[in-house]
């Protein structure tokens, strides 16, 4: 875990370039994951702009994804043998099912997809298909427990996975574990990796659904369905523009980890 880029704990370097070399470039841009860095003025997070994305968009990402993108040995080995573990020659349907901090009022977000309609649309994907098993990528435990209560055996989903149990985006926050934020990255690319494995797709607008329609499309197939469910973009309400609103959710989130450390 020495390397300072984090692509590279995922993904092969595409031209053998390291940080250093990528300074010498002109248009860089250095991601210190914080507003106070211009993160948010270059990336769409809160703008109107934001879950934007047509079928040439999916075609020309899967495109680059196909030429430019190749997983590290050792995350490709292991997401290789899970997928053969866990769906094997089951036909599965993919969920994506987006929780978790998808429920506070951000401004230019989708309205967050109710745990029902979820389980709703997944049925009717699975008879469409005729799916004999679901693979569940949620980073929600509610919606978890939900659908492990409605499909049981039927269900398949990575259990050693951060999830939220409010509003707390799962990826917030220290969390005792080796190896957390690595953790953290290989998860959502596990997630990625075997959600364009499957058949079928039932998901709602994120960027992880996305992900895996290219990297679906980039391997030259494609899914049987792809139910996405659409709801209204929120007007208003929270902007993520504003540095103030994110201490504002941060002040949330902070509060349901101080909660949880008092439960355990």
């Known amino acids: 875990m020495q390397n300072v880029n984090i692509f590279e ?18 248009y860089v841009i250095l991601d210190k994951n ?72 951000y401004k230019n977000h989708p309205i967050p997809i109710g745990i029902d309609r979820y389980i709703e649309e997944t049925a009717k994907s699975m008879a469409l298909i005729n799916a004999n098993k679901i693979f569940l990528a949620t980073d929600d435990n509610n919606i978890l427990k939900a659908f492990i209560d409605k499909y049981q055996e039927s269900l ?15 990826c917030y ?3 005792e574990r080796e190896k957390h934020h690595y953790r953290l990255g290989k998860e959502i690319v596990k997630d990625v990796y075997t959600l364009a494995a499957c058949e079928g797709l039932v998901c709602s607008s994120s960027y992880v659904s996305y992900m895996a329609r290219i990297v679906k499309m980039a391997s030259g197939k494609t899914y049987q369905t792809v139910n ?12 993520l523009t504003d540095p103030f609103t994110i201490k504002r959710v941060e002040a949330i989130w902070n509060q349901e980890l101080e909660v949880a450390k008092k439960e355990r």
């Open 156 to 170: 398949i989903y990575y259990k050693d996975v951060e999830r939220s149990d409010g509003m707390r985006m799962s």
């Open 34 to 105: 914080s507003i106070d860095y211009g993160y948010y003025d270059v990336f769409a997070p809160g703008r109107d702009d934001d879950y934007m994305i047509t079928d040439e968009d999916f075609y020309k990402l899967a495109q680059m994804q196909k030429k430019y993108i190749r997983l590290e040995a050792k995350i490709k080995e292991e997401i290789d043998r899970d997928i053969s573990q866990m769906i094997g020659t089951d036909k599965v349907l993919a969920v994506h099912a987006r929780g978790a901090d998808a429920q506070v009022h």
């Open 228 to 239: 996405n469910i659409t709801s209204t973009i929120r007007t208003t309400g929270m902007n």
């Open 173 to 175: 926050g220290e969390v």
């Open 9 to 26: 704990h995922y993904f092969v370097q595409p031209y053998g370039l390291d940080v250093e070399d990528v300074k010498q470039s002109k």
